[in-house]
């Protein structure tokens, strides 16, 4: 079974960046999906954010652009969010998942929640 | 982006009773549409994907449903385990979700 899970600081300060870590197990992240970071404010709205695609390509929401990185490390199974920049706009619970073109986020971590304070 | 406008923002119902959620899509999305559940306390869960396949393991009380760019998830006899939120979220470009409705009992 796939398993994910997020880990990072729940605090960042404004201006500085937020970096997070989805662990994969279950499945290598080289054989296929697309992976992916979500995020969730508070409030409820549902955001993507962007992926890694098995093969290493990236693609990030244009709202984000300037902002975000998604890198990996295949001999540990894992993959990474970088933000920089954040305000506290980016308050948010944020979720990692595996991500099928078409169809939708087929597995999701149990999300780790983030505040950007001072 | 696609936008997609989710409603009703929030619902109250009975066990047993027959709740419908619908989403609208901005322009034509095809039948790229998934729905998700989010139950308190846990990461969302995938229902349905291509706007009415049941994802493995969704009970069959479930069911989704297109007429245009207007999409639905109907569930047929309300569950106090289907407590929680739903979104509906479009896989036609960069996913783009709904606001979101918050399912509470009556």
């Known amino acids: 079974e796939i398993q994910l899970q997020e880990s990072g600081p729940g605090l960042v300060k404004p201006s500085q960046s937020l970096s997070l870590t989805c662990s994969v197990t279950?499945?290598?992240?080289?054989?296929?999906?697309?992976w992916s970071w979500i995020r969730k404010f508070p409030g409820n709205k549902m955001e993507w954010m962007g992926y890694i695609s098995y093969s290493g390509s990236t693609n990030y929401n244009p709202s984000l652009k300037s902002r975000i990185s998604i890198t990996r490390d295949t001999s540990k199974n894992q993959f990474f969010l970088q933000l920089n920049s954040v305000t506290t706009e980016d308050t948010a619970t944020y979720y990692c998942?595996?991500?099928?073109?078409?169809?939708?986020?087929?597995?999701w971590g149990q999300g780790v929640m983030v505040t950007v304070s001072s | 982006d696609i936008q997609m406008t989710q409603s009703p923002a929030s619902l109250s119902a009975s066990l047993e009773e027959i709740v419908t959620i619908t989403c609208q899509a901005s322009?034509?999305?095809?039948?790229?549409l998934a729905w998700y559940q989010q139950k308190p306390g846990k990461s969302p869960q995938l229902l349905i994907y291509d706007a009415t396949s049941l994802a493995d393991g969704v009970p069959s009380r479930f069911s989704g449903s297109r007429s245009g760019t207007q999409y639905s998830l109907k569930i047929s006899r309300l569950q106090v385990e289907d407590i929680g939120s739903y979104y509906c979220?479009?896989?036609?470009?960069?996913?783009?979700f709904g606001a979101g409705t918050k399912l509470e009992l009556k």
């Open positions: 279950g499945y290598t992240i080289t054989s296929g999906y697309d």
């Open positions: 322009q034509d999305i095809g039948n790229w």
């Open positions: 998942a595996s991500h099928t073109m078409g169809i939708g986020f087929d597995y």
């Open positions: 979220q479009q896989a036609h470009s960069n996913p783009t």
